[in-house]
Protein backbone atom coordinates (compact mmCIF):
# COMPACT_ATOMS: atom_id res chain seq x y z
CA UNK A 1 0.00 0.00 0.00
CA UNK A 2 2.79 2.15 0.16
CA UNK A 3 4.36 3.86 -2.94
CA UNK A 4 7.45 3.66 -4.45
CA UNK A 5 9.15 7.03 -3.25
CA UNK A 6 8.07 6.38 0.39
CA UNK A 7 9.73 2.86 1.15
CA UNK A 8 12.85 3.39 -1.27
CA UNK A 9 16.05 3.70 0.53
CA UNK A 10 14.42 4.10 4.40
CA UNK A 11 14.01 1.80 6.91
CA UNK A 12 11.68 -0.19 8.73
CA UNK A 13 11.65 2.35 11.41
CA UNK A 14 10.41 5.19 8.93
CA UNK A 15 7.90 3.44 7.33
CA UNK A 16 6.06 1.76 9.86
CA UNK A 17 7.14 2.42 13.12
CA UNK A 18 3.97 1.09 14.97
CA UNK A 19 5.24 -2.58 13.99
CA UNK A 20 9.04 -2.22 13.98
CA UNK A 21 10.49 -3.64 16.95
CA UNK A 22 7.80 -6.98 16.00
CA UNK A 23 9.37 -7.00 12.24
CA UNK A 24 13.20 -6.13 13.82
CA UNK A 25 12.40 -9.15 15.88
CA UNK A 26 11.50 -11.48 13.27
CA UNK A 27 14.85 -10.43 10.74
CA UNK A 28 16.93 -10.87 13.94
CA UNK A 29 15.72 -14.67 14.12
CA UNK A 30 16.84 -14.70 10.34
CA UNK A 31 20.47 -13.25 10.86
CA UNK A 32 20.83 -15.36 14.03
CA UNK A 33 19.60 -18.72 13.16
CA UNK A 34 19.93 -18.62 9.23
CA UNK A 35 16.69 -20.15 8.07
CA UNK A 36 13.95 -17.93 6.63
CA UNK A 37 11.22 -16.60 8.51
CA UNK A 38 7.45 -17.02 7.02
CA UNK A 39 4.60 -15.46 8.75
CA UNK A 40 1.28 -14.28 7.42
CA UNK A 41 -0.85 -11.14 8.59
CA UNK A 42 -3.63 -8.91 8.17
CA UNK A 43 -3.22 -5.22 6.75
CA UNK A 44 -6.17 -3.31 8.21
CA UNK A 45 -5.38 0.05 5.66
CA UNK A 46 -5.40 -2.36 2.78
CA UNK A 47 -8.01 -4.90 3.77
CA UNK A 48 -5.90 -7.93 2.53
CA UNK A 49 -4.34 -10.87 3.68
CA UNK A 50 -0.41 -11.43 3.07
CA UNK A 51 2.28 -13.68 3.61
CA UNK A 52 5.61 -12.50 3.78
CA UNK A 53 9.27 -14.68 3.76
CA UNK A 54 12.01 -13.27 5.15
CA UNK A 55 15.74 -14.97 4.30
CA UNK A 56 19.30 -12.95 4.18
CA UNK A 57 21.23 -14.27 0.79
CA UNK A 58 24.25 -12.35 1.86
CA UNK A 59 25.64 -10.85 4.79
CA UNK A 60 24.84 -7.39 4.54
CA UNK A 61 21.27 -7.26 3.46
CA UNK A 62 18.08 -9.17 3.92
CA UNK A 63 15.27 -10.29 1.09
CA UNK A 64 11.58 -9.96 1.81
CA UNK A 65 8.56 -11.59 -0.87
CA UNK A 66 4.94 -10.54 0.06
CA UNK A 67 2.63 -11.97 -1.89
CA UNK A 68 -1.62 -10.76 -1.56
CA UNK A 69 -3.76 -13.96 -0.42
CA UNK A 70 -6.55 -12.86 0.62
CA UNK A 71 -8.41 -14.70 -2.47
CA UNK A 72 -6.62 -17.47 -1.04
CA UNK A 73 -7.61 -16.78 2.30
CA UNK A 74 -11.31 -16.04 1.91
CA UNK A 75 -11.89 -19.13 0.31
CA UNK A 76 -10.59 -20.96 3.42
CA UNK A 77 -12.90 -19.01 5.47
CA UNK A 78 -15.58 -19.97 2.78
CA UNK A 79 -14.57 -23.84 2.73
CA UNK A 80 -14.30 -23.81 7.02
CA UNK A 81 -18.19 -22.33 7.11
CA UNK A 82 -19.55 -25.17 4.65
CA UNK A 83 -17.71 -28.13 6.46
CA UNK A 84 -19.26 -26.69 9.65
CA UNK A 85 -22.64 -26.30 8.07
CA UNK A 86 -21.86 -29.75 6.87
CA UNK A 87 -21.24 -31.48 10.24
CA UNK A 88 -24.20 -29.54 11.69
CA UNK A 89 -26.39 -30.86 8.69
CA UNK A 90 -24.95 -34.07 9.27
CA UNK A 91 -25.60 -33.87 13.23
CA UNK A 92 -28.97 -33.12 12.61
CA UNK A 93 -29.58 -36.07 10.42
CA UNK A 94 -28.35 -38.44 12.94
CA UNK A 95 -30.37 -37.28 15.79
CA UNK A 96 -33.30 -36.88 13.28
CA UNK A 97 -32.66 -40.68 12.24
CA UNK A 98 -32.23 -41.42 16.00
CA UNK A 99 -35.93 -40.00 16.58
CA UNK A 100 -37.16 -41.76 13.71
CA UNK A 101 -36.21 -45.26 14.41
CA UNK A 102 -37.48 -45.23 17.65
CA UNK A 103 -40.47 -43.84 17.25
CA UNK A 104 -41.27 -46.10 14.61
CA UNK A 105 -40.08 -49.14 16.13
CA UNK A 106 -43.11 -48.98 18.63
CA UNK A 107 -46.25 -48.74 16.39
CA UNK A 108 -44.83 -50.79 13.86
CA UNK A 109 -43.75 -53.62 16.45
CA UNK A 110 -47.37 -53.27 17.54
CA UNK A 111 -48.70 -53.70 14.03
CA UNK A 112 -46.72 -57.23 13.72
CA UNK A 113 -47.73 -58.34 17.14
CA UNK A 114 -51.51 -58.12 16.57
CA UNK A 115 -51.80 -58.66 12.99
CA UNK A 116 -49.67 -62.44 14.36
CA UNK A 117 -52.37 -62.66 16.96
CA UNK A 118 -54.88 -62.50 14.25
CA UNK A 119 -52.96 -64.46 11.62
CA UNK A 120 -52.68 -67.68 14.53
CA UNK A 121 -55.57 -67.16 16.50
CA UNK A 122 -58.68 -65.98 13.70
CA UNK A 123 -60.66 -68.75 15.29
CA UNK A 124 -60.78 -67.50 18.92
CA UNK A 125 -61.58 -64.28 18.56
CA UNK A 126 -65.15 -62.67 19.08
CA UNK A 127 -66.25 -59.13 16.88
CA UNK A 128 -65.60 -57.45 20.13
CA UNK A 129 -62.27 -58.34 20.30
CA UNK A 130 -61.59 -58.27 16.58
CA UNK A 131 -62.34 -54.45 16.16
CA UNK A 132 -60.14 -53.61 19.45
CA UNK A 133 -57.20 -55.07 17.68
CA UNK A 134 -58.43 -53.39 14.28
CA UNK A 135 -58.53 -50.31 16.74
CA UNK A 136 -55.00 -50.65 17.58
CA UNK A 137 -53.71 -51.37 14.92
CA UNK A 138 -55.08 -48.36 13.38
CA UNK A 139 -53.82 -45.84 15.51
CA UNK A 140 -50.63 -47.15 15.39
CA UNK A 141 -50.62 -47.10 11.88
CA UNK A 142 -52.20 -43.48 12.18
CA UNK A 143 -48.59 -42.68 14.86
CA UNK A 144 -46.60 -44.19 11.69
CA UNK A 145 -48.09 -42.13 9.17
CA UNK A 146 -48.13 -38.99 11.01
CA UNK A 147 -44.46 -39.13 12.24
CA UNK A 148 -42.98 -40.24 8.42
CA UNK A 149 -45.84 -36.85 7.05
CA UNK A 150 -43.86 -34.74 9.54
CA UNK A 151 -40.39 -36.21 8.41
CA UNK A 152 -40.97 -35.90 4.85
CA UNK A 153 -42.11 -32.00 5.41
CA UNK A 154 -38.69 -31.48 7.51
CA UNK A 155 -36.91 -33.15 5.11
CA UNK A 156 -38.31 -31.01 2.13
CA UNK A 157 -37.38 -27.96 4.35
CA UNK A 158 -33.69 -28.74 5.06
CA UNK A 159 -33.27 -28.81 1.39
CA UNK A 160 -34.72 -26.27 0.50
CA UNK A 161 -38.03 -28.15 -1.96
CA UNK A 162 -40.20 -26.91 -0.60
CA UNK A 163 -42.42 -24.18 -2.76
CA UNK A 164 -42.77 -21.05 -0.43
CA UNK A 165 -46.07 -19.02 -1.75
CA UNK A 166 -46.42 -16.63 1.08
CA UNK A 167 -49.85 -14.72 0.80
CA UNK A 168 -52.53 -12.62 2.34
CA UNK A 169 -54.58 -14.93 4.98
CA UNK A 170 -57.63 -14.70 6.95
CA UNK A 171 -56.71 -16.09 10.25
CA UNK A 172 -60.19 -17.17 10.92
CA UNK A 173 -60.88 -18.73 7.84
CA UNK A 174 -57.60 -20.86 7.93
CA UNK A 175 -57.52 -21.97 11.76
CA UNK A 176 -61.45 -23.08 11.37
CA UNK A 177 -60.22 -25.50 8.15
CA UNK A 178 -57.62 -26.75 10.51
CA UNK A 179 -60.09 -27.05 13.57
CA UNK A 180 -62.48 -29.12 11.48
CA UNK A 181 -60.18 -32.21 10.53
CA UNK A 182 -60.08 -32.91 14.25
CA UNK A 183 -63.62 -32.65 14.90
CA UNK A 184 -63.98 -36.45 15.08
CA UNK A 185 -60.77 -36.74 17.51
CA UNK A 186 -62.12 -34.28 19.84
CA UNK A 187 -65.57 -35.57 20.09
CA UNK A 188 -64.03 -38.97 20.89
CA UNK A 189 -61.70 -37.37 23.78
CA UNK A 190 -65.19 -35.31 24.68
CA UNK A 191 -62.84 -32.08 24.33
CA UNK A 192 -64.32 -28.99 23.50
CA UNK A 193 -62.39 -26.94 21.02
CA UNK A 194 -62.97 -22.68 20.97
CA UNK A 195 -61.72 -20.55 18.22
CA UNK A 196 -61.97 -16.91 19.18
CA UNK A 197 -60.35 -15.16 15.86
CA UNK A 198 -61.10 -11.47 14.30
CA UNK A 199 -62.39 -12.17 10.64
CA UNK A 200 -60.76 -8.58 10.20
CA UNK A 201 -57.16 -10.03 10.81
CA UNK A 202 -55.26 -10.86 7.73
CA UNK A 203 -51.75 -11.86 8.34
CA UNK A 204 -48.73 -12.40 4.83
CA UNK A 205 -47.58 -16.26 5.31
CA UNK A 206 -47.52 -19.46 2.92
CA UNK A 207 -50.88 -21.28 3.24
CA UNK A 208 -49.59 -24.86 3.65
CA UNK A 209 -46.91 -23.73 5.55
CA UNK A 210 -49.08 -22.15 8.08
CA UNK A 211 -51.99 -24.34 8.15
CA UNK A 212 -49.67 -26.88 9.47
CA UNK A 213 -48.05 -25.09 11.86
CA UNK A 214 -51.89 -24.71 13.15
CA UNK A 215 -52.29 -29.03 12.67
CA UNK A 216 -49.32 -30.21 14.87
CA UNK A 217 -50.45 -27.86 17.64
CA UNK A 218 -54.11 -28.38 17.92
CA UNK A 219 -53.07 -32.12 17.46
CA UNK A 220 -50.41 -31.98 20.46
CA UNK A 221 -53.25 -29.96 22.44
CA UNK A 222 -55.46 -33.25 22.04
CA UNK A 223 -52.97 -35.66 22.72
CA UNK A 224 -51.96 -34.20 25.93
CA UNK A 225 -55.32 -32.83 27.24
CA UNK A 226 -57.31 -35.02 29.25
CA UNK A 227 -61.00 -35.95 28.48
CA UNK A 228 -63.91 -33.59 29.06
CA UNK A 229 -60.95 -31.15 28.47
CA UNK A 230 -60.53 -27.87 26.47
CA UNK A 231 -58.99 -25.95 23.44
CA UNK A 232 -58.80 -22.26 23.37
CA UNK A 233 -57.20 -20.60 20.10
CA UNK A 234 -57.48 -17.00 20.00
CA UNK A 235 -55.40 -13.70 19.25
CA UNK A 236 -53.49 -13.04 21.96
CA UNK A 237 -51.75 -9.91 20.91
CA UNK A 238 -51.52 -7.83 17.84
CA UNK A 239 -49.01 -4.98 18.48
CA UNK A 240 -47.51 -3.26 15.28
CA UNK A 241 -47.14 -5.34 12.15
CA UNK A 242 -46.96 -8.92 13.91
CA UNK A 243 -50.23 -11.11 15.16
CA UNK A 244 -49.91 -13.26 17.89
CA UNK A 245 -52.19 -16.67 17.64
CA UNK A 246 -52.71 -18.54 20.68
CA UNK A 247 -53.58 -21.94 21.11
CA UNK A 248 -53.99 -23.27 24.40
CA UNK A 249 -55.53 -25.88 26.37
CA UNK A 250 -56.01 -27.29 30.27
CA UNK A 251 -53.62 -30.87 29.68
CA UNK A 252 -51.37 -31.71 31.85
CA UNK A 253 -48.74 -29.49 31.22
CA UNK A 254 -45.15 -29.92 31.07
CA UNK A 255 -42.61 -28.92 33.58
CA UNK A 256 -39.76 -25.28 32.43
CA UNK A 257 -37.44 -27.86 31.29
CA UNK A 258 -38.57 -29.37 29.44
CA UNK A 259 -40.89 -26.48 27.83
CA UNK A 260 -37.40 -25.30 26.84
CA UNK A 261 -36.09 -28.13 24.92
CA UNK A 262 -39.44 -27.73 23.03
CA UNK A 263 -37.93 -26.66 20.26
CA UNK A 264 -34.38 -28.71 20.20
CA UNK A 265 -33.77 -31.45 18.11
CA UNK A 266 -30.71 -32.17 20.04
CA UNK A 267 -33.28 -33.00 22.87
CA UNK A 268 -34.95 -36.38 22.85
CA UNK A 269 -38.35 -35.75 24.13
CA UNK A 270 -40.99 -38.77 23.76
CA UNK A 271 -43.99 -37.86 25.56
CA UNK A 272 -47.28 -39.90 25.31
CA UNK A 273 -50.54 -38.42 25.13
CA UNK A 274 -53.25 -39.04 28.31
CA UNK A 275 -54.48 -42.09 25.97
CA UNK A 276 -50.91 -43.57 25.46
CA UNK A 277 -50.69 -41.15 22.44
CA UNK A 278 -47.56 -41.64 20.42
CA UNK A 279 -45.31 -37.55 19.94
CA UNK A 280 -41.98 -37.67 18.38
CA UNK A 281 -41.28 -33.68 19.27
CA UNK A 282 -40.72 -33.55 15.53
CA UNK A 283 -44.04 -31.73 14.53
CA UNK A 284 -42.76 -28.76 16.75
CA UNK A 285 -39.31 -28.29 15.35
CA UNK A 286 -41.12 -28.31 11.75
CA UNK A 287 -43.68 -25.63 13.30
CA UNK A 288 -40.47 -23.55 14.51
CA UNK A 289 -38.69 -23.87 10.92
CA UNK A 290 -42.15 -23.25 8.84
CA UNK A 291 -42.83 -20.03 11.09
CA UNK A 292 -39.46 -18.64 10.89
CA UNK A 293 -39.33 -18.84 7.12
CA UNK A 294 -42.53 -16.93 7.18
CA UNK A 295 -40.79 -14.21 8.74
CA UNK A 296 -42.32 -15.26 12.28
CA UNK A 297 -42.05 -17.30 15.70
CA UNK A 298 -43.01 -19.52 18.03
CA UNK A 299 -43.42 -20.30 22.05
CA UNK A 300 -44.61 -21.82 24.31
CA UNK A 301 -45.42 -21.47 28.02
CA UNK A 302 -46.25 -24.37 30.18
CA UNK A 303 -46.90 -25.27 33.70
CA UNK A 304 -47.75 -29.50 35.32
CA UNK A 305 -51.14 -30.04 35.79
CA UNK A 306 -52.67 -26.70 34.79
CA UNK A 307 -52.21 -26.80 30.59
CA UNK A 308 -49.67 -25.87 28.04
CA UNK A 309 -50.35 -22.48 25.65
CA UNK A 310 -47.91 -21.75 22.11
CA UNK A 311 -47.60 -18.57 20.71
CA UNK A 312 -47.44 -18.21 17.45
CA UNK A 313 -46.30 -14.90 15.82
CA UNK A 314 -46.80 -13.65 12.34
CA UNK A 315 -46.30 -10.60 10.15
CA UNK A 316 -49.42 -9.24 10.12
CA UNK A 317 -51.11 -7.60 6.30
CA UNK A 318 -50.23 -3.94 7.18
CA UNK A 319 -48.39 -2.07 4.30
CA UNK A 320 -45.80 -0.80 6.69
CA UNK A 321 -44.08 -3.98 7.64
CA UNK A 322 -40.80 -4.33 5.81
CA UNK A 323 -41.27 -7.95 5.26
CA UNK A 324 -44.67 -7.45 3.53
CA UNK A 325 -43.57 -4.91 1.53
CA UNK A 326 -40.98 -7.38 0.04
CA UNK A 327 -43.32 -10.09 -0.60
CA UNK A 328 -46.02 -7.42 -2.17
CA UNK A 329 -42.80 -6.40 -4.33
Known amino acids: GFSRESVIGKTILEIRPETALRTIQ ?33 DDHFAVIVSDITARKLAQREIITKNKILENLIIEKDKLFSIVSHDLRSPLNGIIGLTGMIRDE ?57 ISIFSVSANAKRILIQCKVDDAIFVIADKLMFESVIRNLVSNALKFTQRGGQIRIGLSTTEGDMVTLSVSDNGIGMSKGLCAQLFNLSSKINRKGTEGELSSGLGLILCKELLEKNGGNIRAESEEGKGTTFYVTLPQLVPS ?6 ILS
Open 321 to 326: HEYVKN
Open 122 to 178: TESFTNDHIKEIAESIHTSASSVSQLLNGLLEWSKLQRGDNSFNPQALQLSTSVRKC
Open 26 to 58: KYGQVALGGPPFHFESFSREQNIFFEADIYQPS
